[in-house]
């Protein structure tokens, strides 16, 4: 295993590898997470677990893999290694992450077990805690906003997909005082069938799927703790199941308590986001996707933001899309493993996506 910060910061240097396994890597963030694993230069992954997968090989389930020699083994016996990844439904975490760091030095937690600072909002927005002590050491995975936090950060905590595309559309406006936390916020999120996961039951089968903007969530989605965490803001935040399979789209409705010119917003995102190697503008341009689109950013790490704004009624329209199982999840997580050890920001996350392609 890896000893520590030092150590980490030599690796990174020298471009040697660290050591990884995937917990719960059967599933369809899990095949994301060894797709960018399996070709990112710094990580040597060792094991990947599923109770339902045991003794078959990777490539069976998730076809971009086929060729590898990677099985899945049960989950209760690990090698120590340098990194865990735990891609595991909500609750699998906060219930063994002591047994976690008996194995590995950095555990990055794809579920929702530790995105949230407190107790409290634990027992608010889900059912409880049960490794409350962990909070407080948790770092949030979305380096646009916490990127000094997590360098050298040894648990990280994925952020939720509909959370990340709200969070990345609005929080230009936090930063340069467009917006103090007052104003009314109507956020509407679409998002793809893959955010059901694997198992995601009836309503995300394709029968039922195809076709449809059905709202699931009207109010009360539990991504609204994550925004109101990060933005210091409520919204009024809805979510609608689409007919595509990946993406997450956002409209943000805002209505600032003072007049706002398109460079002041021009100004506010450019100076978020220009140095961003994830994040790339789309506000009214030319061609056919003039605005953020999740068929754009597919099978990548990039998130896209734009805005129009609509003086008639005070308002400005900020649109941002992802892809849920990247930006939202996998992606998002190998990006912030490589702040915390140090590696290349951008390493195993080069992949800009196709052009044209059919529902994603």
Request: with cysteine; charged share 25%.
């Amino acid at each position: 295993m890896a000893t520590g910060a030092g150590t980490r910061e030599e690796e990174a240097e020298s471009g040697e590898t660290v050591t990884a396994s995937v917990i719960g890597g059967s599933g369809f963030t899990g095949g994301e997470l060894l797709r960018i694993l399996a070709g990112h230069p710094n990580f040597e992954i060792r094991e990947v677990t599923s109770r339902s997968k045991a003794g078959k090989s990777v490539g069976s389930v998730h076809p971009p893999l086929r060729g590898t020699d990677l099985r899945f083994s049960e989950p209760d016996d690990f090698e120590s290694v340098d990194v865990l990844f735990a891609a595991t439904p909500h609750g699998v975490s906060m219930g063994r992450i002591d047994d976690f760091f008996e194995i590995a030095d950095t555990v990055v937690d794809l579920s929702a077990d530790f995105r949230l600072d407190t107790e409290a909002q634990y027992d608010e927005w889900y059912d409880g805690h049960d490794a409350p002590e962990y909070l407080e050491r948790a770092e949030y995975a979305l380096p646009e906003i916490n990127r000094d936090n997590l360098s050298g950060a040894d648990l990280i905590a994925g952020g939720g997909c509909n959370a990340t595309a709200t969070i990345l559309g609005l929080y230009p406006l936090f930063e340069h005082d467009i917006l103090e936390g007052g104003e009314q916020i109507v956020v509407d999120v679409k998002v793809g069938s893959s955010e059901g996961g694997a198992g995601g039951g009836d309503a995300s089968s394709h029968p039922e799927r195809s076709g449809v903007v059905r709202p699931y969530a009207p109010t009360g989605h539990r991504h609204e703790a994550e925004i109101e965490q990060f933005l210091g803001t409520s919204v009024a935040f809805t979510c609608h199941a689409v007919d595509m399979v990946r993406g997450a789209s956002a409209t943000n409705h805002v209505f600032p308590s003072g007049p706002v010119s398109k460079g002041d917003l021009w100004s506010a995102y450019r100076d978020c986001y220009e140095d961003e190697p994830f994040v790339r503008m789309a506000a009214g341009g030319s061609g056919v996707y003039r605005y953020p689109e999740p068929k754009s950013v597919a099978g990548t790490n990039m998130a896209e933001v734009g805005f129009e704004l609509d003086p008639a009624n005070k308002r400005v329209v900020v649109f941002s899309a992802i892809d849920n199982m990247m930006k939202g999840s996998a992606g998002q997580a190998v990006h912030a493993a490589n702040v915390a050890l140090g590696f290349e920001e951008t390493a195993g996350l080069e992949f800009a996506g196709l052009h044209p392609v059919g529902a994603p």
